[in-house]
């Protein structure tokens, strides 16, 4: 699969994935760019295309399950196990911290590949290692869709994204768009129209 950044950007434009504004992140942190994956994630060609390039990555590599950071990482999760024919489970927030829930297990020696859709800081993708860590279970690696930190969150595994993006972020004292009184969004469930 050779999918060109450009290309990808185009599709993330394309679909309303790519806002620009003002924007509190998960991750605290806040923006003028904010990825909404999951408008992306709406046409299942996208998806299959998107994922495609982290289970070609990780076709060599011993996998048993794949496991993602609800909510976001889900669809990513589901779709890349999909691909490489494996099983696919998900961590989800009880009081704060992502756990397994449902009855889905991870068991010592089990080959984990951690799947997310976003990255900025990679908080949650760091909680979902500490959960295989804690299973026991070897991480092959790491992959997720949109990279914002350019390449400088390093997990300390193998580790793809589909795409690479310097999507500066600031801390809220240091935010130029708060500076200027603009007033942020906490993209969620609801609607966010681009400003
Ligand atoms: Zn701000």
Do not use: W
Request: hydrophobic fraction near 40%; glycine fraction near 10%; include cysteine.
């Amino acid at each position: 699969m050779n999918l060109s950044d450009e290309k990808i950007l185009n599709i993330f434009e394309e679909t309303g994935a790519l806002l620009r504004g003002h924007f509190l992140l998960t991750s605290g942190r806040h923006s003028g760019v904010y990825f909404q994956c999951a408008k992306v994630l709406q046409y299942p060609k996208y998806t299959e295309m998107l994922c495609g390039v982290i289970a070609e990555h990780f076709k060599n590599f011993e996998i048993d399950t794949v496991i993602s950071p609800a909510i976001g990482g889900i669809i990513v999760g589901q779709e890349v196990a999909r691909q490489l024919n494996k099983r696919s489970i998900f961590a989800e927030r009880e009081d704060k911290a992502l756990t397994l829930r449902r009855g889905f297990e991870l068991s010592a020696g089990e080959k984990v590949l951690i799947c997310e859709d976003v990255v900025t800081t990679g908080g949650s993708v760091f909680e979902v290692i500490e959960i295989a860590k804690k299973a026991g279970t070897e991480i092959a690696g790491i992959g997720f869709i949109v990279d914002r930190s350019s390449g400088k969150v390093n997990f300390g595994f193998p580790q793809i994204s589909t795409i690479k993006v310097d999507a500066v972020s600031f801390s809220s004292e240091e935010c130029p768009l708060c500076k200027e009184n603009i007033p942020f969004v906490k993209p969620g469930s609801r609607n966010v129209n681009p400003v």
